[in-house]
């Protein structure tokens, strides 16, 4: 079982939560400027690393609030979590 600290509510089971992606994919600035492979890679392209990775996850059967959790990839284990307009704790 996967527990999961929300920033608001505190630690609950995975089972609360729904998966967002990848955090802090930035949008191509001018949309009507870019191409198609500009557009590609920031709808269908993510990192896949074996390690410490960022992303995003929604309480939804809580407070149903999105935030950004730091998770490793090999061992599910969850670093830290911090809502989706504050820093995380490495850069405060």
Known sequence: MLWIHCPWCGPRDESEFSFGGEADIVRPPAPAQTD?????????YRTNPKGWHREQWLHTH???????????????????????????????
């Open 36 to 44: 198609d492979a500009a557009w590609g890679d920031y709808l269908f």
């Open 62 to 92: 809580g407070c149903r609030r999105w935030f950004k959790a730091e998770r490793h990839t090999v061992s599910y284990d969850i670093r830290q979590t911090w809502p989706m307009d504050a820093e995380p704790e490495e850069n405060r």
